[in-house]
C-alpha cells in the first residue's frame, strides 16, 4: 500500500496527490510515468510524474477527473493509501543538446510540461513555455511556470485570463516574431498536440509530443497502448511516451480513445441515479 501524504486541489476538477514510494522517487525522469490503482479492483490509471522529493521520498502525480477510474481515486483523501503505484515507467524526455525550446502544455498537461520545462531550463536552455486552459478557473501551475520560464505565454480560449486564444496562436506568433527553435515540445491534449504538429510541420520545426493512450498493464504486453508512429506499430508505456509529432497518426489514436466514451457515460449516469436515490427522504 502506498499512503497518500498530500492531497491539493489545484483548479476544476484537477488535483494532485504526493504519494510516499522513495523506491520511485529516487529514479524518476521528467516525462516517466506510473500506474496506478485507487483500490484492489480499480481500473489502472497512468500518469507522468508531476514532481519527486528525493528527501522525503515522495513522488507528485496531477489527474482531471474523467471518468469511473479517476472518480474513485479523487474520493481518496491525504492519509488514505492507493492499492498500487508502479513506475518508472517510460523513457525519459531526452533534452541533452537543446538550446532553446518551447514547451507547449494544455489543460492538465501542464502538469506534466512543467518538469520538462524546469529541467530545461535549470541546463541553461533558453525555454520559452506556453500554457492553455479553457478558462481562468481551471489555469494553475502559473507561478511555477514564471519562475523557469525566458518568455511565457498563457492563454485561454474564452480570454478570462491571459491572452484570448488557443496555444497555436502564440506559438505561431512566437515563431512569425522570429524565434528560432531547436525543438517544440507538446503536451496535452490528443488534438492539441494534432495542431501543434500540423503547425510546426508547415515551419519545419522538429517537435516531440507524449502520449497517452488506453494502456493497461504498462509493460508492452497488452498492446492497448499501441499507436502509429511513420507507418510502424509503437507502444506508448515501452517506446514512449514521447514520439515524433510530425509522425504519429492522431486520427487513429483519438479514434481508439473515444471506444469507451459511451460506456463512461451510462456509468455516470447510473452513477448519479443511485445517488440521487440514496439521499431521497
Excluded: W
Amino acid at each position: 500500500m502506498y499512503r497518500i501524504v498530500a492531497k491539493t486541489r489545484l483548479s476544476g476538477n484537477a488535483s494532485r496527490m504526493e504519494v510516499l514510494s522513495p523506491l520511485i522517487a529516487r529514479k524518476a525522469l521528467a516525462g516517466q510515468f506510473i500506474i496506478l490503482r485507487a483500490g484492489e479492483h480499480s481500473e489502472r490509471i497512468p500518469l507522468t510524474i508531476h514532481d519527486v522529493d528525493t528527501e522525503m521520498g515522495t513522488v507528485s502525480v496531477v489527474y482531471q477527473v474523467v471518468g469511473e477510474g479517476t472518480r474513485e481515486l479523487d474520493q481518496l483523501e491525504s492519509g488514505d493509501s492507493l492499492h498500487d503505484f508502479v513506475g518508472p515507467l517510460g523513457m525519459p524526455t531526452r533534452t541533452e543538446g537543446l538550446n532553446k525550446v518551447c514547451v507547449v502544455g494544455g489543460g492538465v498537461g501542464c502538469a506534466i510540461a512543467f518538469p520538462v520545462a524546469r529541467k530545461l531550463y535549470e541546463k541553461g536552455c533558453e525555454t520559452h513555455n506556453i500554457i492553455g486552459f479553457r478558462s481562468r478557473d481551471l489555469v494553475f501551475l502559473e507561478k511555477e511556470f514564471t519562475r523557469v520560464s525566458h518568455v511565457l505565454r498563457l492563454m485561454t480560449d474564452d480570454g478570462s485570463h491571459g491572452e484570448h486564444g488557443r496555444v497555436t496562436d502564440a506559438l505561431e506568433d512566437l515563431i512569425r516574431q522570429g524565434h528560432v527553435y531547436d525543438q517544440v515540445i507538446a503536451i496535452g491534449p490528443l488534438v492539441m498536440m494534432k495542431y501543434v504538429s500540423e503547425l510546426t510541420r508547415r515551419y519545419g520545426i522538429k517537435t516531440i509530443v507524449s502520449m497517452n493512450p488506453i494502456m493497461v498493464d504498462g509493460t508492452g504486453m497488452c498492446g492497448g497502448c499501441r499507436l502509429t508512429v511513420g507507418g510502424q506499430i509503437k507502444f506508448a508505456c515501452v517506446d514512449g511516451p514521447d514520439f515524433d509529432g510530425h509522425q504519429v497518426d492522431f486520427d487513429e489514436v483519438i479514434s481508439r480513445n473515444r471506444m469507451y466514451e459511451d460506456y463512461e457515460q451510462r456509468h455516470r449516469e447510473e452513477n448519479c441515479r443511485l445517488l440521487q436515490q440514496e439521499v431521497r427522504p
